[in-house]
């Protein structure tokens, strides 16, 4: 049993229509209500008219991604209860249309985060790339938050002088609008185009994390689990937690998702297998300690999702996108580990058997280099080509596990 081949699709504006997805062969759509504001209940007759829709091509949604979590409910502040009862709602309501997977993040302010969105790939394609010192530039010299300089090294903030000496002006201001709005715009982000000042904004909101750290931030999850759980067991709904990418913290801010040991805590915090893992090996590769393959078979009962990208580190905590095989991780022993739960699942007969994955990011190949169609990230052919690699080995794979 292969693993499910799903596709994120940004909805009717997204220029991958759900016809080419049957084309391409995808069984699994992973898509969300894109238009409903952050902190809103999904209402049902639009689950439905989504879900007929994709169900019409012989596909079926299956994963949610995201229910975005708002920042009252990551800061808890004055409307979290309101935001959490509405989020209640809105698994309610998915769970009544068939819909039984929630990936969503609890990363603060910002979502994941990319320093060049234009890294050159031998044979001429592009793709993403987080250059560390890049980006204790952008903090320290261009955003200038208060106090960031404390939060580095000597060495760290030696490097990020001499990236930023290397920036002209008009770079210096594309890095920030990159990192605060481009790539967060089209995920419910925070900050959207329209704000004449962004910079200033998006302090403001940093500044709502200035008396939280980690345990405090650890706090606030548990208390978002312990109040969806229930209803997620009422209803049939896994949620799944994204990492955070990069793994680890940024700008001050807590990070609580991104290694072994805060998977560990998770399950502790609540053990029910409704609270589960989006296991995003992209995000997890971020640091060089953690290891994936480990970690997809330790955690792998409450694995409910799987991004599946390659990265290779050009320096410490600095990474690009490299495709999907090939790179600084064994993928054929993540994926292995992958298909293995799958089977436990049979076995122990559980309802939840298929772990939907699909190919997270891409390289821009081919005519995608001519088109500005798509969000950044999500190019069609460096996404297609992901699809096959993972399929190609899922098909071996599922071969040679047939065969014990």
Not at 34 to 42: D, K
Not at 203 to 221: A, N, Q
Not at 323 to 329: A, I, P, V
Request: hydrophobic share 35%.
């Amino acid at each position: 049993m292969k693993l499910e081949k799903a596709w994120r699709w940004f909805g009717k504006s997204d220029a991958v229509t759900l016809d080419h997805l049957v084309q391409m062969d995808i069984e699994g759509v992973v898509t969300a209500l894109h238009h409903i504001p952050t902190g809103e209940v999904w209402p049902r007759e639009e689950i439905l008219a989504v879900k007929s829709e994709i169900e019409s091509r012989g596909m079926r949604w299956s994963v949610v991604e995201s229910v975005p979590v708002s920042e009252q409910i990551k800061t808890a502040g004055p409307m979290r209860d309101r935001h959490i009862e509405n989020y209640r709602r809105t698994i309610r309501n998915l769970g009544e249309c068939g819909i039984d997977t929630v990936c969503y993040n609890f990363m603060p302010v910002l979502d994941w985060c990319r320093t060049i969105l234009d890294y050159p790939h031998v044979g001429g394609g592009i793709g993403l790339c987080f250059d560390y010192p890049t980006f204790v530039a952008f903090d320290v010299f261009i955003l200038k938050r208060p106090g960031a300089a404390a939060d580095y090294s000597a060495e760290d903030l030696e490097q990020a002088g001499k990236a930023f000496a290397a920036m002209t002006p008009d770079e210096a201001r594309t890095l920030s609008y990159n990192i605060i709005v481009v790539t967060q715009g089209f995920i419910n982000g925070v900050i959207d185009g329209s704000v004449s000042d962004p910079e200033k904004l998006f302090l403001e909101y940093i500044s709502y994390y200035k008396e939280i750290d980690r345990e405090r931030y650890r706090s606030h999850l548990k208390y978002f689990i312990d109040s969806l759980i229930p209803v997620c067991e009422e209803y049939d709904v896994n949620l799944c937690i994204h990492p955070d990418d990069p793994p680890y913290p940024i700008l001050g801010m807590p990070r609580i998702m991104g290694c072994a040991d805060d998977m560990e805590w998770l399950e502790k915090a609540n053990p029910s297998l409704r609270n589960g893992i989006t296991f995003c090996t992209g995000s997890l590769s971020g640091r060089h300690d953690n290891d994936l393959s480990y970690m997809a078979a330790r955690f792998g009962e409450r694995i409910h999702f799987a991004h599946l990208r390659n990265t290779r580190y050009t320096g410490y905590k600095s990474f690009y996108e490299s495709g999907h095989l090939y790179g600084s991780l064994d993928m054929p022993a993540i994926v292995e580990a992958l298909m293995r739960e799958q089977r436990r699942r049979v076995a122990a007969g559980r309802k939840d058997i298929r772990i939907p994955v699909r190919p997270d990011h891409g390289i821009r190949i081919l005519n995608d280099l001519d088109c500005d169609c798509y969000n950044i990230g999500y190019p069609l052919n460096g996404r297609l080509r992901g699809i096959a690699e993972l399929d190609g080995l899922m098909v071996g794979i599922d071969r040679m596990l047939s065969r014990e």
